[in-house]
């Protein structure tokens, strides 16, 4: 099995490791992104599985894998919810960063330097859920990584993706607005023509053996600093919820 790793991505995200919590450093939007994304992946993974996101523990028996888990932004609160959480990252650096804030926070999850593929020559899978936040443009080849996303669900699995559209606007915000102007990444972490389109990424869902069933704008306000979720505006970052057919 071929690696969809693309190197030169993974050593962008090995220089920014140690910034992981702090929530003013180079992670700063997605810190500002984080509630509205949990938002729509515990709402999505509830109605999958009819659980009552009002108790303690909700996600109780679920296995949950966190795909490009970073320092475990979306991992903790995974398992804060009651899910047995794996968090993967081919950025080596990100790995220690991720173990230690999660022994800090009393929570037990199992961080690995791993990629999708590798993971699927393990017993591992499959999984009930994979959060597959902002890592399909950071690829070398899509089609195939989703396709082992696929792999590591079990039937009737849900799959959580997120991504950036790719159009002027996404560019003019994500990478002339994020990057240069606000300066909240570094020049270069993103490649404008790496970007999908939500019809692209709904593609890409199918040909992999997924069921795309949902899709939602992460639309930002630049008076109030929040994100919400547009049924509409997919016009720059935008999420998706598709699941594998039994």
């Not at 984080?34 to 028996?61: K, M, S």
């Not at 990478?175 to 300066?183: D, P």
């Not at 490649?191 to 939500?198: E, G, H, N, Q, V």
């Not at 709904?202 to 069921?211: E, K």
Request: hydrophobic letters at 40%; charged letters at 25%; proline letters at 6%.
């Amino acid at each position: 099995m071929t690696t969809t790793i693309d190197a030169a991505e993974i050593e962008k995200f090995q220089a920014m490791a140690a910034e992981w919590w702090d929530p003013n450093g180079k992670f700063k939007p997605l810190h500002m992104l984080n509630p509205c994304r949990l938002d729509y992946i515990t709402t999505q993974i509830a109605a999958e599985f009819d659980r009552d996101l009002t108790l303690d523990r909700p996600f109780e028996g679920l296995r949950i894998l966190d795909i490009g888990c970073g320092g475990g932004l979306l991992s903790e609160p995974m398992a804060r919810l009651g899910a047995t959480v794996v968090g993967v990252d081919a950025a080596e650096r990100n790995i220690p960063v991720a173990r230690a804030h999660a022994e800090q926070s009393g929570l037990k999850i199992d961080y690995r330097h791993t990629s999708a593929e590798d993971l699927l020559r393990t017993d591992e899978a499959p999984f009930d859920a994979v959060l597959n936040m902002e890592v399909v443009e950071h690829v070398s080849d899509p089609l195939a990584y989703l396709t082992a996303c696929h792999d590591l669900l079990r039937p009737g699995g849900i799959m959580i993706c997120s991504t950036i559209n790719r159009n002027p606007k996404s560019y003019a915000m994500a990478i002339i607005g994020a990057e240069y102007v606000m300066r909240w990444l570094p020049k270069g972490t993103h490649d404008w023509s790496k970007f999908i389109t939500p019809d692209e990424l709904f593609d890409l869902l199918g040909r992999a053996g997924m069921r795309a069933e949902d899709r939602m704008g992460f639309v930002f306000n630049p008076v109030t600093w929040t994100w919400r979720l547009s049924e509409r505006d997919l016009s720059v970052n935008y999420v998706t919820a598709s699941v594998r057919p039994t």
